[in-house]
């Protein structure tokens, strides 16, 4: 048995429930001391956040910059991105591609999530050297308006951000996605390889946790919650055929295995997509086919090991783009800031309700077929990723305010 069936086998196993509840517990007291800790550190600074004052933050840094923002349209608003091409990262690029001209810098070739150490730091500078370069051949050949990066310390270093600052004087922007999860972590050479050094750096932080918007400030930084988008082109449904009654796509780790089990348990008739579930799940091809086919797609909305932590998700989106089945996962006060919660999407607060709840709506496919027509709706009103860098690109000036612009999917 190799290392990763070993650890397959021991998530699906009556050992894995107790091993998890351990781990919970140690990252949800991680987590609220540094949640508690922040709070007090913005106390003792009489601060507290407020999104209309950060916004007035990040004028006036650019302004005290001499930048000068050219407002321009959708289409037109050219981009520098450095953003890592795997995974499902396509997404931003294309609708980037959208927003206007784009040149992505792609971190990729350069390893630096494989790398540690000193191999790390010595990679880091040397992507440094070439993300400067490459910014200022393309500024020869379009002009940018902004500079988006995805990634944390581990990719890009204070100093570099500063460099891009006085040598262009372009707004940078920061995308956390996880930073509840991934606040802090390990240092090299003085710099955090996730949020926490960085944080203060970039003129504006987008940040997918509304809580973490306080833990910004308290390091100086102006960050503004946003949660994840959407790309219409490619979520949208492949069938109006319901074949799945209740389906769950992602990994096994953490507390899926024990929700996966408590659901089975109790008469829920859930299929299981992704990796790490053995004989339990399924392997699959194109998640857009699952959410299609399901009559109710089932999300789990722990973060790590804990089921009592929440945070949005890309799939909080990308399901109910897609417009097939209803989604069902874990109530979120920033998800239901999204959502009408009971007519978009549904929510549990508990197993106990999302087994009652799984159930019921895979025996009314007709009640799903009109929620998920509903939130499919709203993605295309408000939740695709163009949604979001439109509303970066007004608080940096370089988009009128409420400029309108397309919300149906283009073909892609």
């Given at each position: 048995?190799?290392?990763?069936?070993?650890?397959?086998?021991?998530?699906?196993?009556?050992?894995?429930?107790?091993?998890?509840?351990?781990?919970?517990?140690?990252?949800?007291?991680?987590?609220?001391?540094?949640?508690?800790?922040?709070?007090?550190?913005?106390?003792?600074?009489?601060?507290?956040?407020?999104?209309?004052?950060?916004?007035?933050?990040?004028?006036?840094?650019?302004?005290?910059?001499?930048?000068?923002?050219?407002?321009?349209?959708?289409?037109?608003?050219?981009?520098?991105?450095?953003?890592?091409?795997?995974?499902?990262?396509?997404?931003?690029?294309?609708?980037?591609?959208?927003?206007?001209?784009?040149?992505?810098?792609?971190?990729?070739?350069?390893?630096?999530?494989?790398?540690?150490?000193?191999?790390?730091?010595?990679?880091?500078?040397?992507?440094?050297?070439?993300?400067?370069?490459?910014?200022?051949?393309?500024?020869?050949?379009?002009?940018?308006?902004?500079?988006?990066?995805?990634?944390?310390?581990?990719?890009?270093?204070?100093?570099?951000?500063?460099?891009?600052?006085?040598?262009?004087?372009?707004?940078?922007?920061?995308?956390?996605?996880?930073?509840?999860?991934?606040?802090?972590?390990?240092?090299?050479?003085?710099?955090?390889?996730?949020?926490?050094?960085?944080?203060?750096?970039?003129?504006?932080?987008?940040?997918?946790?509304?809580?973490?918007?306080?833990?910004?400030?308290?390091?100086?930084?102006?960050?503004?919650?946003?949660?994840?988008?959407?790309?219409?082109?490619?979520?949208?449904?492949?069938?109006?055929?319901?074949?799945?009654?209740?389906?769950?796509?992602?990994?096994?780790y953490g507390p899926r295995p024990g929700v996966i089990r408590k659901l089975l348990r109790h008469g829920v008739d859930i299929k299981v997509f992704g990796k790490g579930w053995g004989k339990l799940g399924a392997f699959a091809i194109d998640p857009v086919d699952i959410f299609s086919r399901s009559t109710v797609?089932?999300?789990?909305?722990?973060?790590?090991?804990?089921?009592?932590?929440?945070?949005?998700?890309?799939?909080?989106?990308?399901?109910?783009?897609?417009?097939?089945?209803?989604?069902?996962?874990?109530?979120?006060?920033?998800?239901?800031?999204?959502?009408?919660?009971?007519?978009?999407?549904?929510?549990?607060?508990?197993?106990?309700?999302?087994?009652?709840?799984?159930?019921?709506?895979?025996?009314?496919?007709?009640?799903?077929?009109?929620?998920?027509?509903?939130?499919?709706?709203?993605?295309?009103?408000?939740?695709?990723?163009?949604?979001?860098?439109?509303?970066?690109?007004?608080?940096?000036?370089?988009?009128?305010?409420?400029?309108?612009?397309?919300?149906?999917?283009?073909?892609?």
């Amino acid at each position: 048995m190799s290392a990763g069936q070993l650890k397959d086998w021991i998530r699906n196993s009556a050992l894995w429930p107790a091993i998890n509840h351990l781990r919970a517990s140690r990252f949800e007291a991680a987590y609220r001391q540094r949640r508690d800790t922040y709070l007090r550190k913005l106390t003792e600074q009489g601060k507290t956040y407020n999104e209309q004052a950060t916004v007035a933050a990040i004028r006036k840094q650019l302004i005290d910059r001499g930048y000068k923002p050219t407002p321009r349209k959708v289409g037109q608003i050219g981009t520098f991105s450095v953003i890592g091409q795997r995974s499902w990262h396509d997404d931003l690029l294309v609708s980037l591609k959208e927003f206007g001209p784009l040149h992505n810098c792609d971190h990729a070739p350069f390893e630096l999530f494989r790398l540690r150490g000193s191999e790390l730091a010595a990679a880091r500078r040397r992507f440094a050297d070439h993300l400067l370069h490459d910014l200022a051949q393309t500024l020869k050949q379009q002009a940018v308006d902004w500079v988006f990066v995805y990634g944390g310390g581990r990719i890009i270093t204070p100093d570099t951000i500063n460099r891009i600052h006085e040598q262009f004087g372009l707004p940078t922007v920061n995308m956390c996605l996880d930073d509840k999860n991934a606040w802090a972590g390990p240092v090299v050479e003085g710099v955090d390889n996730n949020q926490s050094s960085i944080a203060s750096a970039y003129d504006m932080v987008w940040t997918s946790a509304s809580v973490a918007c306080d833990w910004y400030l308290a390091e100086g930084g102006r960050a503004v919650y946003l949660p994840e988008g959407c790309l219409p082109s490619r979520y949208t449904a492949t069938t109006d055929r319901y074949d799945i009654p209740v389906s769950f796509l992602g990994a096994c780790y953490g507390p899926r295995p024990g929700v996966i089990r408590k659901l089975l348990r109790h008469g829920v008739d859930i299929k299981v997509f992704g990796k790490g579930w053995g004989k339990l799940g399924a392997f699959a091809i194109d998640p857009v086919d699952i959410f299609s086919r399901s009559t109710v797609n089932f999300g789990i909305g722990g973060i790590a090991f804990s089921e009592m932590l929440t945070n949005v998700k890309g799939r909080d989106f990308d399901v109910p783009c897609t417009g097939g089945g209803a989604y069902l996962t874990a109530f979120n006060p920033d998800l239901a800031r999204s959502f009408d919660v009971g007519r978009e999407i549904l929510c549990y607060r508990n197993l106990e309700e999302a087994v009652e709840m799984a159930n019921h709506y895979a025996h009314h496919p007709d009640d799903c077929r009109v929620i998920a027509t509903r939130a499919r709706e709203r993605c295309l009103k408000e939740h695709t990723w163009v949604h979001r860098y439109a509303r970066i690109a007004q608080v940096l000036g370089v988009m009128p305010q409420h400029t309108e612009y397309p919300t149906q999917p283009r073909e892609s």
